[in-house]
């Protein structure tokens, strides 16, 4: 519905790819080295970001302002070097899937994406999803760390932008000096966990620094060729995060249509091999499963959930309440 094209792309790169973008300078310590077996010895490193990848798709071809916006979506695994002490659940581990998109764009287009974007963040977290006591999410304004590629004048000029979109949202907003990433300012937003931490599940990301190191370029309609932009983003976070701020916003009861294990059928008298039967056959109704010819697929507007038998000789209401754990 917005416009992405899905791809898959490589777990690992040379090390050249890695300089090229700016990950090999500034984000080295957290990256996995790979080395082949064969004799030249070639240094690879495992992805812990897409967006080199997909600034390859883009440059593969040659682009038209037709083209743009063109938005790229990738739930590809990533692997980050986290410090030991720093790992926590399924809110920081070292290997993880964004719901990540990258969208190459023109200038003009730049403000329009990157409400589509958070108008998508506010339909997850505020309709969707809840979060936490008081429901909700915060958002951030991250701006350029110590460690930042490029102009000065560039990452004002992009700061600026996403100050003015977060004025115009009318959402309330705070500043968080200096934690940008390394090639451009986001907009973090944060969820909170029963302990009331924060943690950043959604961003969204501006970029004008990997366009140039790629020299990436669209042709415009005045045959000209420009650059164009890179906005990054990801709605859940990480899959990961995002699973494990939700088991802790419920205490583990997920939402019906979320669970995996939505229906238990308890057959009262398990003795009874009729009642048994019966129960049996049910179950194959809610798994949406047609006895009498197996081989059928499940067709996709079908109803079917995931749902189990208890059919151990235990009583009724410690059945129950095994199931309800
Ligand atoms: C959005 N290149 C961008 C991407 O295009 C990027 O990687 N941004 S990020 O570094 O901010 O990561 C995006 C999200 O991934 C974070 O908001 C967070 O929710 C999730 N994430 C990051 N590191 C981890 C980790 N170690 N474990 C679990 N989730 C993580
Ligand atoms: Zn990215």
Redesign the pocket.
């Known amino acids: 519905k917005y416009g992405f094209q899905e791809v898959i792309t490589p777990l690992i790169y040379r090390k050249l790819l890695w300089e090229q973008s700016g990950h090999w300078e500034n984000y080295k310590e957290d990256m996995f080295r790979v080395e082949g077996h064969d004799t030249l010895k070639q240094e690879y490193g495992l992805k ?4 080199p990848g997909h600034c390859l798709v883009f440059k593969r071809f040659d682009r038209s302002y037709n083209e743009l916006p063109l938005r790229l979506s990738d739930f590809s695994a ?1 692997h ?1 070097n ?1 410090a030991s002490g720093a790992l926590s659940g ?5 290997k ?1 899937h ?1 719901d ?3 969208i190459f764009c023109t200038p003009e287009q730049v403000e329009q994406e990157m409400n589509q974007c958070l108008k998508l963040v506010d339909m997850c977290y505020s309709k969707i999803f809840t979060f936490g006591e008081e429901a909700g999410y915060s958002m951030e304004l991250s701006t350029r760390p110590d460690n930042y590629i490029g102009d000065l004048n560039v990452w004002n000029h992009a700061e600026n932008v996403l100050q003015e979109i977060l004025e115009k949202s009318g959402k309330i907003w705070k500043l968080n000096e200096g934690d940008g ?1 390394f090639y451009g300012p ?1 907009i ?1 937003i944060k969820v909170k966990d029963h302990n009331g931490k924060a ?5 969204v ?1 501006l970029d004008f620094q990997l366009p140039e190191r790629f020299e990436l370029r669209y042709k415009d309609k005045d045959n000209n060729y420009k650059r164009p932009i890179v906005i ?3 709605v ?3 899959v ?3 699973m494990g701020m939700l088991m802790d916003s419920n205490q583990g009861k997920w939402p019906f249509w979320l669970n995996p294990r939505q229906a238990m059928v308890i057959p009262v008298n398990t003795k009874k091999i009729e009642q048994v039967r019966v129960s049996h056959d049910l179950l194959m109704k809610l798994r949406g499963i047609d006895n009498d010819d197996s081989a059928t697929p499940v067709a996709l507007n079908s109803f079917h959930f995931n749902a189990d038998i208890d059919d151990r000789a235990e009583p009724v209401g410690y059945r129950i309440k095994d199931a309800l754990i």
């Open positions: 812990p970001m897409n967006c990533l980050r986290e399924l809110t920081r581990v070292r993880f964004q990540d998109g990258h990433a986001k973090d943690h950043q599940v959604a961003t990301q990054h983003r990801a859940f976070g990480s990961e995060r995002f």
